[in-house]
């Protein structure tokens, strides 16, 4: 299985953008994707991730109420719609899956230990 992450761009704080995570291969062996980002000089962190089967949602407190994430199963996709942007989203934001059930254990779904697949990142950049 490939990620392929696309939708990044510069937007003015407060507009929005839409993140694409498009699976290939054996999509149907993904059991979660995650959003995790990385600004620089910073360690990458968790933004979002949805579990495929519909069983979850689950977001950061810092992007909760303004980020959600959804799948589009025929197209194999996960999308994540951004809004309200702030300077401080500025980020390269990662797609991830995890295809060996990591995430269904503890606060996995969280860490970038719980994801196996990355995907090659998307620059956001938010100006004030």
């Known amino acids: 299985v490939q990620l392929q992450a696309s939708g990044g761009g510069l937007v003015l704080a407060g507009g929005s953008l839409r993140l694409s995570c498009a699976a290939s291969g054996r999509a149907y062996g993904i059991y979660a994707v995650g959003w995790f980002r990385q600004a620089p000089g910073r360690e990458r962190e968790f933004a979002s991730a949805?579990?495929?089967?519909?069983?979850?949602?689950y977001y950061a407190d810092s992007v909760k109420g303004r980020f959600t994430i959804a799948r589009d199963v025929a197209k194999n996709t996960v999308y994540l719609q951004m809004n309200s942007l702030r300077p401080e989203d500025t980020a390269v934001y990662y797609c991830?899956?995890?295809?060996?059930?990591?995430?269904?254990?503890?606060?996995?779904?969280?860490?970038?230990?719980?994801?196996?697949?990355w995907g090659q990142g998307t620059q956001v950049t938010v100006s004030s």
């Open positions: 991830a899956g995890d295809s060996i059930r990591r995430t269904y254990y503890g606060d996995a779904v969280y860490d970038t230990d719980g994801y196996d697949i």
């Open positions: 949805i579990r495929l089967s519909g069983a979850g949602e």
